[in-house]
T-cell receptor, first 113, second 113 residues
Framework: GAGVSQSPRYKVAKRGQDVALRCDPISGHVSLFWYQQALGQGPEFLTYFQNEAQLDKSGLPSDRFFAERPEGSVSTLKIQRTQQEDSAVYLC???????????FGSGTRLTVV | GENVEQHPSTLSVQEGDSAVIKCTYSDSASNYFPWYKQELGKGPQLIIDIRSNVGEKKDQRIAVTLNKTAKHFSLHITETQPEDSAVYFCAASRETSGSRLTFGEGTQLTVNP
């Protein structure tokens, strides 16, 4: 597609519920990143994929967070046993080359109640 | 790791005036410095970037300057228009494969008609 597509746009989860957030990157983009953006703050790095390989997951805040990109295109960020502090906008970005000219999606706003 | 500080956090200008946003970074190995504009409910959009081999880059009403010695870079917007109103983020990274972006806290720019 023409841009990075994320779904759902909004997600409300009860505390303890598992959620899955989807990212469709720009076709042909090798690099895919997930960022977390808390209200009023800049995005913070979560994890990076080059094709299907997860090369950096050092930003994931706990073992409740898991990301995959099995075929090197669509990626899913999964959060298990959600907690209130997980409430944020989750942004996906893709690029042809890492760190160069990221294109971000519109994000998924997760609210944990 | 990298730390990016951004000032001011809010900036209000009259239409037609100039706006300047400043950022400092801590990692002397950082060599790629993009600026993003984020409108409400949307993902960050790349507006201009600069690499450490140049000191200044201009694109129409937008310019960015970089001082490697002092480790700071700035965004300059001239002849501001109401549609420039948004949150602006600076970021820094080492432009290598898999390198993450470290973002500043953002500047809410308001252009008053």
């Amino acid at each position: 597609g023409a841009g990075v597509s994320q779904s759902p746009r909004y997600k409300v989860a009860k505390r303890g519920q598992d959620v899955a957030l989807r990212c469709d990157p720009i076709s042909g983009h090798v690099s895919l990143f997930w960022y977390q953006q808390a209200l009023g703050q800049g995005p913070e790095f979560l994890t990076y994929f080059q094709n299907e390989a997860q090369l950096d997951k050092s930003g994931l805040p706990s073992d409740r967070f898991f990301a995959e990109r099995p075929e090197g295109s669509v990626s899913t960020l999964k959060i298990q046993r959600t907690q209130q502090e997980d409430s944020a906008v989750y942004l996906c970005a893709s690029s042809q080359r890492a760190a160069n000219g990221y294109t971000f999606g519109s994000g998924t706003r997760l609210t944990v109640v | 790791g990298e730390n990016v500080e951004q000032h001011p956090s809010t900036l209000s200008v009259q239409e037609g005036d100039s706006a300047v946003i400043k950022c400092t970074y801590s990692d002397s190995a950082s060599n790629y410095f993009p600026w993003y504009k984020q409108e409400l409910g949307k993902g960050p959009q790349l507006i201009i970037d600069i690499r450490s081999n140049v000191g200044e880059k201009k694109d129409q009403r937008i310019a960015v300057t970089l001082n490697k010695t002092a480790k700071h870079f700035s965004l300059h917007i001239t002849e501001t228009q109401p549609e420039d109103s948004a949150v602006y983020f600076c970021a820094a990274s080492r432009e290598t494969s898999g390198s993450r972006l470290t973002f500043g806290e953002g500047t809410q720019l308001t252009v008053n008609p």
